[in-house]
């Protein structure tokens, strides 16, 4: 029987048969896959003609249809719907992936051949796009290290297998906490708690088997609990599990790991003639230095913690009000910081959440991209990995342009965060591909599902991410939809967050959950007025966590992560009531892989853009202007990595953003 995943997929779309797939598949057809992606690379690099784009460059941009289809149904899988058995795969894919690509980066033949194309380059007849991918492609390979010899080239080979592997093993442990822990309640123990709290914590607790509601650590249930639980002992209890998360000892603690981690990454930097792993990293992106980027977070960082500091002492002074002496704790602030926006803005959570139905709010990411885009979505009954997805094909004049999945309740098999990934990405060499998107978040289920405010601006952020993907139109995979700098790829989807804001918008698709009346105009006018609420907290946790991160990969690789993630709070006055919003243990954006280490800044570098951006629409005729629609197409969704960002930016904009749109907008500018 020929395995499904190597064979043709004559189905909708050529989506994968998830229904035909097992388990025992991967191993398998990975192992096909490589070799056959290894003769090809082979071919590539034995080839007698002389070295040319279109042998070398566009042999290299052409698919192995059996790799990208393993690939790409095995990651979807291991990272929002994983079991013992995927788990163990990873542990033994990861060294195996990571080896065969460090085999073709270190390929000398291969190499020799793109540089003979790199140097002849001012004597071919290339497009701009064609020039682009062949200095990505050059730089690419000096950066993995294929100009190196002897025992440095062996040196990097057995760096990036090794972190490889424990990338996969801190994303497991991870999970593995935030799986194994829950906190049980009791019926006494939901006093003061919202309805939406409760039937979570009660879903919850099916889910784990439980006799009654229990608090996990997804953010869809951990935070609201902290919002609004009254029993102070349980905030503590459960804040505490979840900043541990990580750091447990045993088995599943990252520490040492992440240590490990950084000393690869400082020698890896070495190894390539670099000062250090930031140096490295930012060479490719926007920021460019890691001064420049510390330049920017601490321009932010100033007015941010002095905010969060005036607001620290408010909320201590509501807490002492009520008899309860002591400090201001990490565990009190959400739930006096909430008590404190229902008291300033008369806007209470719970009264805003039935306003805020997922089905709706999926309508509502789909109208606006209607409007600005004119996408039309087609709900579709195909078969997928998880009974929660659902999937729409997306097409634009009749014409069709793409599948997009949406995988949006947590479960324990699904690791935590929101992200979009693309199944097959959108590309026109060797032929026209159109792509396959998955936007997977991870909200609370319920009946109807009620999404927070946060939950809402998190399903529009991954949907901008999913129209980068959907809107490209470039002839080269590499350089296609979010194939972009790190610090650039966040620009659509912080944009897209605003559409959300839009009170027309709201006044439409913010329908109540039982009556289908829309949110009221008193209610939309305080949730607009509150937008900036508590920004101070949200800036402080956010830049803390950039600023260890970029101090991690600066300099000497630290032997303690955990005393210099001290070491760097202390000196910027990081406000004891606030803890960073992840952790070194839990920081899988920096620690899961290579792509946000060095990089988590590049959120904030993004939102410089956003608020720009957006402010060129409110400039023009408004939100949904489709002169500014056209262009933000034109010049950003639809070019992906084909020209710089930087250019990208000023094709639409006309220019470069400062600070101050963002400072303004996070209602943190001077007063």
């Known amino acids: ?21 097992k388990d025992a598949d991967f191993a398998p057809a990975l192992d096909q896959a490589l070799a056959q992606h290894q003769a090809w690379i082979g071919k590539i690099a034995d080839n007698p003609a ?35 058995e995927r788990e163990a795969l990873q542990r033994e894919f990861s060294p195996k992936l990571a080896a065969h690509f460090s085999t073709i980066t270190a390929n000398k033949a291969l190499y020799a051949r793109i540089k003979q194309v790199w140097d002849q380059r001012d004597s071919l007849d290339l497009t701009s796009e064609q020039q682009r991918v062949l200095m990505i492609t050059h730089r690419g390979f000096l950066r ?19 972190l490889a592997t424990l990338g996969t093993e801190f994303t497991q442990n991870l999970l593995a906490d935030e799986r194994d822990w829950h906190m049980e309640l009791g019926e006494e123990d939901l006093a003061g708690l919202p309805e939406f709290v409760v039937d979570a914590a009660r879903a919850a607790g099916a889910e784990k088997g439980a006799a009654g509601p229990v608090v996990t650590l997804s953010r869809s249930i951990i935070t609201p609990f902290l919002q ?22 045993g088995e599943t603690d990252n520490r040492a790991i992440a240590a490990e981690i950084l000393a690869l990454r400082a020698e890896r930097a070495e190894l390539l003639g670099y000062d ?46 009520e008899g309860i002496n002591g400090d201001l704790e990490p565990w009190d602030w959400r739930y006096y910081a909430e008590k404190r926006r229902k008291a300033e803005h008369d806007l209470d959570e719970a009264e805003l959440k039935p306003y805020l139905q997922l089905d709706r709010m999926i309508e509502a990411s789909f109208a606006c991209a209607t409007r600005l885009f004119g996408l039309e979505f087609r709900p579709l009954e195909v078969p997928l990995y998880h009974e929660d997805c659902r999937a729409w094909e997306v097409t634009r004049d009749g014409k069709h342009l793409a599948v997009f999945i949406g995988d949006y309740f947590a479960r324990g098999s699904k690791r935590s965060g929101a992200w979009c990934s693309a199944m097959r990405a959108q590309a026109n060499f060797p032929k026209p591909t159109n792509p396959i998107v998955i936007n997977v978040c991870n909200f609370a289920k319920g009946e109807p599902a009620l999404l927070s405010w946060d939950d809402a601006r998190t399903l529009f952020h991954e949907f901008g991410h999913a129209l980068h993907q959907m809107l490209s139109n470039v002839s080269y995979e590499s350089i296609s939809g979010t194939s972009v700098a790190r610090d650039f790829v966040e620009l659509p989807s912080q944009l897209y967050e605003h559409w959300l804001e839009v009170p027309e918008v709201l006044s439409e698709f913010a329908t109540h959950a039982e009556t289908g009346a829309p949110m009221p105009p008193e209610l939309l006018a305080k949730v607009l007025g509150a937008s900036t609420f508590d920004m101070g907290f949200q800036t402080v946790e956010y830049v803390a966590s950039a600023l260890v991160d970029l101090a991690f990969h600066e300099g ?15 000196q910027i006055g990081m406000p004891s009531a606030i803890k960073m919003r992840h952790a070194t243990p839990q920081f899988a954006h920096v620690f899961s892989g290579d792509g946000y280490s060095s990089g988590y800044y590049s959120y904030m570098w993004s939102e410089v853009m956003d608020a720009d951006a957006f402010a060129a629409f409110e400039e023009a005729g408004g939100a949904f202007d489709p002169e500014r629609a056209r262009a933000l197409e034109r010049h950003i969704l639809s070019r992906g990595g084909s020209v710089d960002p930087a250019e990208l930016y000023t094709a639409f904009r006309g220019r470069l953003p400062g600070v101050e749109a963002l400072l303004k907008g996070r209602g943190l500018a001077a007063e």
């Open 50 to 84: 002389p070295a040319s784009f279109a042998n070398v460059i566009e042999a290299l941009e052409t698919p192995v249809p059996a790799l990208e289809q393993v690939l790409s149904v095995f990651f979807t899988v291991a990272g929002a719907d994983s079991n013992p």
């Open 228 to 249: 609004f639980s009254p029993r102070r002992d349980l905030r503590q209890k459960a804040f505490a599990a979840f900043t541990a998360r990580g750091a447990n000892g």
């Open 556 to 570: 000497v690789a630290p032997e303690d992560v955990m005393a210099k993630q001290a070491e760097v709070l202390e």
């Open 1 to 21: 029987m020929t395995n499904p995943l190597l064979a043709h997929w004559d189905t909708a779309f050529e989506l994968a048969p998830f229904d035909q797939i």
């Open 276 to 321: 250090s792993f930031a140096d490295y990293k930012l060479e490719t992106e926007m920021a460019k230095t890691p001064s420049a980027v510390r330049g920017l977070l601490m321009d932010v960082w100033e007015p941010a913690v002095a905010r969060a500091n005036r607001d620290a002492e408010i909320l201590a002074q509501m807490m002492h009000e």
């Open 144 to 162: 993995g290290g294929a100009a190196l010899e002897g025992t440095a080239d062996t040196r990097m080979q057995e760096i990036k297998g090794r």
